[in-house]
């Protein structure tokens, strides 16, 4: 079935920095991936789509400049934190799917942001 | 995007009794899928349902889309300790995107 990996599973940074979050589909080409935040005890929300060779999609809300997602080929997206804030702690998630009807979307095993 | 609501939010049961979690979307869903997490976990699919008043089974499992595709429930029979979880509907949207409700977190009782 199609993996996903996410990486890295849990990074500590400095308040002013940026964190670069990678999505990779390992035995799949995904053109679209798809970046949700999760807060503790609290629904996915989806943040953004990832289009492979263009810009992503962005869901209202969601600051462009501050997180910046880059699809530059078939197998990658990555997603940068920019500038980050103790708020921008939380779970970021990545997915995309082969075959949405017949085995939905696959979860990157997701991203836990500590800003201190 | 869309509001999707579940509830219960939070739901506790003995082991052996049933369980139902609903869902219901502000507007008319092109389908909806259900997921799983696991506590500290990432979400799993389980199905996705895609026709007016469509009813699937998956083991103990129940999924119920309906009639007017803006709700949905999940029904599990005689649950088990390795149900727990939160489980999630999520509702498709005008694109590949979903927007996943606000999930119900089910604890089972030994």
């Known amino acids: 079935g199609a993996v996903v990996s996410q990486h890295p599973s849990r990074v500590i940074c400095k308040s002013g920095t940026s964190v670069k979050i990678e999505c990779r589909s390992l035995d799949f080409q995904a053109t679209t991936m798809f970046w949700y935040r999760q807060f503790p005890k609290q629904s996915l929300m989806l943040m953004a789509t990832s289009n492979e060779g263009s810009k992503a999609t962005y869901e209202q809300g969601v600051e462009k400049d501050k997180f910046l997602i880059n699809h530059a080929s078939l197998t990658l997206s990555t997603l940068t934190v920019t500038s980050a804030h103790p708020e921008d702690s939380s779970f970021y998630i990545c997915s995309a799917t082969t075959d949405p009807a017949n085995s939905g979307y696959t979860f990157g095993s997701g991203t836990r942001l500590t800003v201190v | 995007g869309q509001q999707v609501m579940q509830i219960p939010q939070y739901q506790h049961v003995q082991e052996g009794e049933d369980f139902t979690t609903y869902c219901n979307s502000s507007?008319?869903?092109?389908?909806i899928q259900w997921y799983k997490q696991r506590p500290g976990g990432h979400p799993v699919f389980l199905i996705q349902l895609v026709k007016s008043g469509e009813v699937k089974k998956q083991k103990r499992l129940t999924f119920q889309f309906g009639e007017a595709k803006k709700n949905s429930s999940l029904h599990i029979t005689a649950t088990q300790t390795t149900d727990v979880g939160t489980y999630f509907c999520a509702g498709g949207g005008t694109g590949n995107q979903f927007y996943f409700g606000t999930g119900t977190s089910l604890t089972v009782i030994p």
């Open positions: 507007t008319t869903l092109s389908n």
